[in-house]
Nanobody, 118 residues
């Protein structure tokens, strides 16, 4: 499975950004896709997951501000980020896995897209 992220960039605090992740390859064993981020000098952390059945999971710090969604026909994952804060700065990675969860673990990972909030 190959994952390619796009949509990152620089934004002012309070602004919005939408990230996109396009998946290709054999996705038959993928049950969950999600977004992780890694801020400067920080460990990678889970931001949001979405199961194939539509269930979503968010880290507490983004609830009410971020929305994860998926277009199954296009094999594309989205993350709409509103009311961004400077602590949201980091590299955002797309994941595709057989399991859902906000822990870093085995699975397929994209190369990441940078989001800078100032």
């Amino acid at each position: 499975v190959q994952l390619v992220e796009s949509g990152g960039g620089s934004v002012l605090a309070g602004g919005s950004v939408r990230l996109t992740c396009t998946a290709s390859g054999n996705t038959y064993n993928i049950n969950c896709m999600g977004w992780f981020r890694q801020g400067p000098g920080q460990q990678r952390e889970g931001v949001a997951n979405i199961h194939n059945d539509g269930r979503t999971y968010y880290v507490d710090s983004v609830k009410g501000r971020f929305t994860i969604s998926k277009d199954n026909a296009k094999n594309t994952l989205y993350l709409q980020m509103n009311s961004l804060k400077p602590e949201g700065t980091g590299m955002y990675y797309c994941t595709a896995r057989s399991w859902c969860g906000l822990l870093v673990g085995s699975g397929y990972w994209g190369q990441g897209t940078q989001v800078t909030v100032s």
